[in-house]
Nanobody, 121 residues
Framework: QVQLVESGGGLVQFGGSLRLSCVAS????????MGWYRQAPGKQRELVAT???????TYADSVKGRFTISRDNDKNTVYLQMNSLKPEDTAVYYC???????????????WGQGTQVTVSS
């Protein structure tokens, strides 16, 4: 079994900051790319940011310069530092990890249960 558990969501005012964390645990051989996605009411889930095992990052244009993704490979943990938050950042944020459970097994995508981020104007 593999679990991804997010934490750090909540309610924050316009211009505020939040830091999300996600820990991957269970039977894991290696973790490749980790990332954050979000889904606002009535909208499709969208990519926010990803980070490779080697720390290469990608960001959605809407969050560049405001959000920073990072990871701790020893702890199988990914973080999302969110600054200068706007009401349009309100969404459920989901953690994603592409990982291998056994050395000879193929990589698969796993998702967390989501954490709510609400930004008030």
């Amino acid at each position: 079994q593999v679990q991804l558990v997010e934490s750090g969501g909540g309610l924050v005012q316009f211009g505020g900051s939040l830091r999300l964390s996600c820990v991957a645990s269970g039977s894991i051989f290696s973790v490749n790319t980790m990332g954050w996605y979000r889904q606002a009411p009535g909208k499709q889930r969208e990519l926010v940011a990803t980070v490779s095992r080697g720390a290469a990052t990608t960001y959605a244009d809407s969050v560049k310069g405001r959000f920073t993704i990072s990871r701790d490979n020893d702890k199988n943990t990914v973080y999302l530092q969110m600054n200068s938050l706007k009401p349009e950042d309100t969404a459920v944020y989901y953690c994603n990890a592409r990982l291998r459970r056994r050395e000879q097994w193929p990589e698969m995508n796993y998702w967390g249960q989501g954490t709510q981020v609400t930004v008030s104007s």
